[in-house]
T-cell receptor, first 113, second 113 residues
Framework: QQQVKQSPQSLIVQKGGISIINCAYE??????FPWYQQFPGKGPALLIA?????SEKKEGRFTISFNKSAKQFSLHIMDSQPGDSATYFC????????????FGSGTRLLVRP | GAVVSQHPSWVICKSGTSVKIECRSL??????MFWYRQFPKQSLMLMAT?????????EQGVEKDKFLINHASLTLSTLTVTSAHPEDSSFYIC?????????FGPGTRLTVL
């Protein structure tokens, strides 16, 4: 119940295409779902996050779609660029004052020029 | 700019020695910080929660006597890997908890020879 399942493990997209990464969770107590971007040798950086009371959040080329009934959420990267090539992690957080995050397994994205 | 710093960014040590990694929260008084370990091509694994002024809370399977955590001030948490062995070689990342989110440091690459 504490797991967050992420797919695909790796993804290759042509420049200008749409990258889609999916995550699924079991625990309905999760109340915050962030996405992190990590470049090799660097720490993760918060990209975008959503709470379960909204179905979609968009920031620039990045969009989170959230399906509460299906317990799934996804990251869409529009007009993907070679600079987006990185590893992306979804995560989930439980409420009640806890900052602990449960991370997905990660998706390695390669955007070809 | 960066809100969490780590020092050193990389360290090489001999087997049996101890190594201390510092994590600083910039422009914020963090009562809670986290320590993660990340092996190549894997997700972040939470090691422990560092609490200012009290003992750290370790995740199951993490040896508290091997990974000593000290959070003596609101801006500094340290992780000491004692009697390091080659299997401790990994990427260690800290984060602080602020305003409902975690912000990660740039990570420390530890190599034990």
């Amino acid at each position: 119940q504490q797991q967050v399942k992420q797919s695909p493990q790796s993804l290759i997209v042509q420049k200008g295409g749409i990258s889609i990464i999916n995550c699924a969770y079991e625990n309905t107590a999760f109340d915050y779902f962030p996405w992190y971007q990590q470049f090799p040798g660097k720490g993760p950086a918060l990209l975008i996050a959503i709470r379960p009371d909204v179905s979609e959040k968009k920031e620039g080329r990045f969009t989170i779609s959230f399906n509460k009934s299906a317990k799934q959420f996804s990251l869409h990267i529009m007009d993907s660029q070679p600079g987006d090539s990185a590893t992306y992690f979804c995560a989930a957080k439980r409420p009640q004052g806890s900052y602990k995050l449960i991370f997905g397994s990660g998706t390695r994205l390669l955007v070809r020029p | 700019g960066a809100v969490v710093s780590q020092h050193p960014s990389w360290v090489i040590c001999k087997s049996g020695t101890s190594v201390k990694i510092e994590c600083r929260s910039l422009d914020f008084q963090a009562t809670t910080m986290f320590w993660y370990r990340q092996f190549p091509k894997q997700s972040l694994m939470l090691m422990a929660t560092s609490n200012e002024g009290s003992k750290a809370t370790y995740e199951q399977g993490v040896e508290k006597d091997k990974f000593l955590i000290n959070h003596a001030s609101l801006t500094l948490s340290t992780l000491t890997v004692t009697s390091a062995h080659p299997e401790d070689s990994s990427f260690y990342i800290c984060s602080d908890a602020r305003e409902g989110e975690q912000f990660f440091g740039p990570g420390t690459r530890l190599t034990v020879l």
